[in-house]
Structure formats: C-alpha cells, structure tokens
C-alpha cells in the first residue's frame, strides 16, 4: 500500500491506517463538546440539514397553473412537454467566437498538411476553396448551435406544464438554506432576474411572506410576464393577486445604487448568448444585492460550469465600479472559497442536488418526481455555516449509505478536497453517527479532517 500523508494533528496506532479527529474538538478534553453542535435540536434536525420533504405547489398556484392549461387547449401538450423538457434539459452554452476561429484554424492546418504530405500537382487556388469547404461543412456539424429561446403564450403554456413545479422545487430548495441557516434574515424587497412564471416569487413568499415589500420580476418575454401575471390572479383577471407587491419589468432598474436584499436569477444563465454576457449579468446582479445573491440552473456539467464562472467571476474577478465595497464570500454550497475540486477530476460530474415534487396532475405525469439542479448563494456578509464554533461542516455530494453501524459519507470539505468517509460512533462520537445517518445529499455535517482511505468521490 502506497504512504500517505495526512496533515499534523493525526495520530496513527497500529494497523488500523488513520484515524480521524475534529478540529478543535476533542472527546478526551472536552467530553460535552460534540454535542454542542446540535444547539439542542435531534439529530434528525440538526442545524446542517437543509433538505426539504416532498413539495407540493402552493394549492392557489397549482389550480391557477391547471385553468391556464386547460383553457388554452394546446395541441398534443403531452409530447410537446416531453420535447420541451428535452430541449431545456440538454440545453448547452453558446460556443464562443474565438473557440470557432481556433477550430477552424486548427482544421485547416490539418487539411493542408495532408494535401501537401500527397506530393502531387495541384491547382493551390482550387485546393483552397475545397479546403474551405471542408472546415465549414466541419464546423456546421461538429459546433453547438446555440439559440435564444422564444416564448409566445402557447410556447409559454407548454413551458408551465413542463417547468412550474420542477424549477419551483428547485428554487424553494435553493431559498430554504438562507431560511435555515439564517433565520432572523428578513428581507423586504427582492429581484427575479429572468423571472419567466414567477415561481421565485412563490417559493420566496412560503419563507417571507410576512416581510416582503417589494418583489420585482425582470422577464424580457411579455407573454411570460403577463401569465405570471395571470397565475397571481388566479387566472381571473378581476382578482386581486394573491401576493401582492409584485411589480413585473422587462428590463432592469437603471440605477446602479437600487440593491434588493435577496437577488435571484433561476435557470436564467444558460439563455445568455456569450461568456461576456453571462460575466456582465452577473456583476449586475451582485450590485443590486444588498445581502443574498442566490443563482440556480439544470443540475449537468453545464449548469454546474456557468455557475462556477459566475462564482469565479464574483469572488476573485474586480468591478470596475464599485458601489458597495462588501466583498462576496461563500455561503451555499461550497464550504469553502478554493477552486471547485469536482473541475480537477476527470471525467468531470457535475455538483448537484435533487429534490422531489409533485408535478402538476396532467397526462403523463408521474405522481412524484425528482428535480436535479446545482445552485449557488453568496452573500454580503461573512461566510455563514451552522454556526458553532470550533467545528468544521462538510456538504454531502451524494446519497449517504447507511450499513449496519456505520454510514458512508461522499464530501466536499472546507479544505477544499473531496473525501468519502466511514463514520462511526466509535471513530466520530455518537452525536456525529447520529447526525451523519440522519442526513443526505445536500445537507451539511460536523465533519472529520481526514480521510481513513483514499477513495473518489464517485458522485452523480
């Protein structure tokens, strides 16, 4: 077996390879401490678990969503989900100008080398029109053609019955780790940027209803916004909406010095057309966020890569102008401000999470099903985990294994690396075994420093 080397602090005895110790946090001299963590709750709610039960749309938004439906009376709506979902789903980023031109350059070269390597006379003219030819034609197939995506109120319609309870689930998961993890956070004004059926709106409400003032929803598709409209109306136009102070725009507010306490932009980065595009929204964005900054997209390697651009745009990347000198710092769901460890590892997997829901009861649709998405939240303040001092908090990746007396637990710890571990009351503590086999994939644990053996992650 190849040595290791574990930092300073690990004692090693015997054969049993490593074991593993808390930082800050030792049995033998301080036999009450592993439980502090806890803050009183059971293990089963302990202060790192941010995973929701099964969600149900709001009863007022599912009936709503279900008359809108049912009025308009698409033509094969089952399929056109179906194809929709596809589509949304496998959505890439546009491939950028000068990728192309170094592609083309690259083939052409190929091209003519294999001409010139025949040694025979040739018409150079005619060689390179057919050279020509031959990149373009390569081009055409082998490159991503990336479009915007155009809703009409029918294409708008078949995006409701495929996205509304998904990409709400998805939000309401994302919003319940500010609502867990900050509890006393409460905000009075927020921004949906892309905001297409309101759905932010909705789950923002189910946390902050009490204290929103001021909700305004940027969507530059008009049908979008007016059947977001008409969904908090209830599809009765007469109504009064059943949340109110939600202001819809198709463009931003001007004013640089206009901040929102909670800033969203969900599944809204994969339809901008260019990596500049996407760098310039998202400074936008964080100018405008006065404590929350919270970005969703699909759970695949692409919608974890552009949220690992945005991350990399804001924490180490200068404004040019700066309004609001509070740097960004990390809150959800990296536990840590280092380079992403899953873009290190090849082939590379996305970080992802999943949450169940309750689709809309119409044809083809499941009676629960399961929302993939990656998310990412900064904030304005100082790096906020379950705060208890003197104990590291580790992400899970991925499903935890539960055995007989021991679990496995797949990471992302604050050092910045990936680990599985096997915890166990005797290794860990009870109170640690306890939490770790009441968790899952999304939640936080109080964790270990070390690795006992050397295993990829192996997360999907």
Known sequence: MASRSYGAGVLCQGPAAVRMVFRGMSAATHPHSQADFLKGEPHRKHPGVTNLKTLHLPEELQMAAQSIIHRAEVARLTDRVRSLTNILWSRKRAVEDVTVRQKAVSLEKELWEKAMAKREDLDEQALEDRIRKKVFSELRRTTYHWTPMKYDEEVGVVYMAARLAGGYAAVRRALNEIKKRDPSFAPQSLLDFG????????????????????????????????????????????????????????????????????????????????????????????????????????GTKEGHQMLMEARDTLLNKQEKIVHDFRPASMFAPCPHELTCPKLAREPVIPCNFQQLYHPLPLPGHNDCQIEKFSYLILSRTEPSGPETEGVDWARLIAPVQRRTRHVHCRMCCSDGQLQHVVVTARKQSRDVYRCARSSDWGDQIPMVQKVEEDVHSDSE
């Not at 409400?205 to 909700?215: A, I, Q």
């Not at 598709?221 to 009064?240: C, F, Q, T, V, Y």
């Open 195 to 298: 905001s297409g059926l309101g759905t932010v709106v909705w789950a923002s409400h189910s946390y902050w209803g009490d204290t929103l003032k001021e909700m305004v929803c940027v969507d530059s598709s008009g049908p979008m916004n007016i059947l977001a409209e008409r969904l908090l109306k209830g599809d009765n136009e007469r109504a009064e909406p059943h949340i109110k102070h939600v202001y819809f725009r198709q463009f931003l507010p001007v004013s640089p010095k206009v901040q929102f306490d909670v800033v969203v932009a969900a599944f809204t980065l994969s339809e901008l057309p260019s990596g500049k595009d996407r760098e310039d929204a998202v400074f936008t964005l964080w100018r405008k966020t006065s404590s929350y900054l919270v970005l969703v997209e699909n």
